[in-house]
């Protein structure tokens, strides 16, 4: 009571700030009260852009698997050997060859397309699954299943259901196969893999920190790519949005989620995927801004009061010397003087401000020497550092320089492993191959053979995968063995399948697969006996036209046990053989186009390989390399040229 009789300010100023701050509290919570209504709009606003885009991503991803299913059963590759394998026995030649062409050809739509979990083909009679990239499903029969009943007539999507075999949500998209005369003949099923359902739902579009979207099914149970339901909620879940949302009411409210909290939601029924989106955010995030607004308002005025208050106190208190006194020690502080002390005059707030700046003056002088004792200590802890770290730097360069000079080594010690002239002697047969590895080692080869009969040579091509000195050490092992093989003279289909077995192992173990391309040339006869294992099938040129070989199998490693089928191709003088990797017709350039199979063609169309096979290889590479440009070359390119003359004259 004392301080309040003896300070004229004291009771100005309490008296202004009580007043002005019962002003401003009101107007703060008449802000937050207006910016709440207006707020409110605008999330639900939000909330329901959000869903309608969820909707019609959603709506457009299951239309996309639709069409892709239906091109798949349209499709004349598929449709042609599907009804090969529906309608032959499966012991006859005609139903292995179309089930072989099926599982080379579906299954890597599987892998490249990530939608598609499984590929499968139906019987028309009796709902029989007679081809499936899941091969522990062949055999089983979906005879009651809608997407094979209502799939035997026109496209459909069966929306999410529970699978019989894994329980796991599932969508099945299934298209009618018709034959050649327009017969409906079978039902080309696929699932879809639900992971995009799962990002397209629970992707934030920009709504918030607590927002949320889930899916409902009309059973009151949650729906993901995953499951159905949760453990906690096995009598359904219920809230205001979802039980409104599941009598096919579109709309926002405010209310309580399946977790308690109190939200702001917004809910609709998807009929078109029978069920429920619902999105929702937080009231206490949705209303931040809200309340952001009020506390603005009031620290505003509040901001206000204490510069009035301080307006009064100078006009009251700027005739009393103190203040001018302080205000002289003060700008001495300021200019960097902490040993100064302010003159203390009174007792009052001035005096008590005086004493309590002088102790502040000591403080900061007494941290100041602190501060400038600890720098010099951290200014010598960084130097240190700093010696350590350029040791460090320098012995990294040095072992980063020997790595360098170890990987040239590599480089030029494989490029002197492969031939760069066939080891046969004549004329009959000229070969000659080049390898550009696109690091400092890589995984191509080739290779000439001399077999010890002296009627018959053999080529090989090869591509192990991945690159590097794994690659380059994988590929030294897979062509000793192949030459040691093929100089016995096995046939190129026994030897890929032995190969295949000696290599497999070792091929599992290291996460890798060799592709391999055997060719054996009987100089007698006039014949090339050829088998494929997952290369890039060989050009033929004859008389001016050019085509491919069709020779293919999967590469070595793909199964411990494979059987590779042998190709025989009579050779008449003039043929030109091509034997290339991947790395040629898959180059890209910059704006990442690739070279293509169209281009190979046209190449050794226009440029038709001769005695002069030299020449053909720098031309063919040359055109490789300028289609490439600065495009950075992402994997090995080699290339093998053969030119037949003619057989042996008898």
Do not use: C
Not at 358 to 384: F, K, P, S, W
Not at 488 to 499: H, I, R, V
């Amino acid at each position: 009571m004392k301080f309040w009789t003896r300070s004229l300010i004291a009771r100005l100023v309490t008296s202004f700030l009580l007043v002005a701050t019962i002003a401003v509290a009101l107007l703060g919570y008449t802000a937050y009260r207006l910016g709440t209504e207006s707020i409110q709009q605008s999330v639900i606003e939000r909330l329901s852009v959000a869903s309608s885009l969820k909707e019609g991503e959603l709506n457009r991803w299951v239309d996309d698997q639709r069409q892709e299913v239906q091109v798949l059963a349209a499709s004349p590759i598929i449709r042609l050997n599907a009804a090969e394998v529906v309608r032959n026995d499966p012991n006859s030649p005609i139903y292995r060859s179309s089930y072989q062409i099926l599982t080379t050809y579906l299954p890597s739509i599987v892998l490249n397309k990530s939608s598609l979990t499984e590929i499968f083909i139906l019987s028309n009679d009796g709902g029989k699954i007679v081809y499936s990239t899941d091969k522990n499903r062949e055999g089983l029969f979906r005879l009651a299943d809608r997407y094979f009943i209502q799939g035997q007539r026109a496209a459909l999507v069966q929306n999410v259901y529970p699978s019989p075999i894994t329980l796991k949500p599932t969508i099945t998209i299934a298209a009618p196969l018709f034959d050649a005369t327009g017969k409906p003949f079978g039902v080309l099923a696929g699932h879809i893999n639900l992971d995009r359902l799962d990002q397209i739902v629970f992707e934030r579009v920009g709504q918030g920190e607590t927002s949320e979207s889930y899916l409902v099914d009309r059973f009151n149970d949650f729906v993901s790519g995953q499951r159905f339901g949760r453990s906690d909620f096995l009598r359904g879940v219920h809230t205001v949005g979802i039980d409104a949302a599941i009598r096919g009411e579109d709309g926002s409210a405010l209310y309580t989620n399946y977790d308690g909290v109190p939200v702001v939601g917004v809910y609709r029924w998807i009929e078109k995927r029978e069920f429920a989106l619902i999105t929702e955010i937080s009231q206490d995030e949705a209303f931040a801004p809200a309340r952001r607004l009020g506390l603005i308002v009031f620290g505003v005025g509040f901001v206000l009061e204490l510069t009035i208050a301080l307006v009064i106190y100078l006009l009251t208190r700027q005739i009393v010397r103190p203040v001018s006194a302080l205000t002289r020690t003060a700008a001495q502080v300021a200019a960097g003087d902490l040993t100064v002390q302010s003159t203390v005059f009174t007792n009052d707030e001035i005096g008590v401000l005086a004493r309590t700046f002088n102790r502040m003056t000591t403080q900061l002088r007494q941290g100041r020497e602190h501060l400038e004792e600890q720098v010099v200590e951290r200014t010598a802890e960084l130097r240190d550092t700093n010696a350590r770290l350029q040791q460090l730097a320098t012995e990294l360069s040095e072992k980063n320089q020997y790595l360098q000079q170890g990987l040239t080594l590599a480089h030029d010690i494989q490029l002197g492993l492969l031939p760069d002239r066939p080891p046969w002697h004549g004329e009959r047969l000229i070969a000659a191959g080049r390898s550009l590895p696109s690091a400092e080692v890589g995984g191509d080869f080739y290779t000439f053979v001399d077999i010890r009969d002296s009627e018959h040579v053999a080529v090989a091509i090869g591509d192990i995968s991945g690159k590097g000195v794994g690659a380059a050490l994988m590929m030294a092992l897979t062509s000793s063995t192949l030459e040691e093989r093929a100089r016995e003279g096995t046939q190129p289909g026994a030897l890929l399948s032995e190969l295949n077995t000696r290599l497999a192992p070792r091929l599992k173990a290291n996460k890798m697969n060799a592709a391999l391309l055997y060719a054996m040339f009987d100089l007698k006869k006039a014949i090339m006996y050829i088998s494929n294992a997952g290369m890039i099938a060989p050009l033929l040129i004859r008389n001016g036209a050019v085509s491919f070989i069709d020779v293919y199998g999967l590469p070595l490693g793909s199964l411990p046990q494979l059987s590779y089928t042998q190709l025989e191709v009579p050779l008449q003088p003039g043929d030109s053989i091509v034997l290339m990797s991947d790395g040629v017709v898959e180059a890209h350039n910059e704006q990442g186009v690739m070279f293509g199979f169209e281009q190979i063609e046209a190449l050794f169309m226009n440029q038709p390989i001769h005695n002069s096979l030299d020449v053909s290889l720098d031309y063919t590479l040359a055109q490789v390399a300028e289609f490439i440009g600065a495009s950075e070359q992402h994997d090995d390119v080699t290339l093998v040229l053969l030119h037949f003359n003619g057989a042996e004259q008898q």
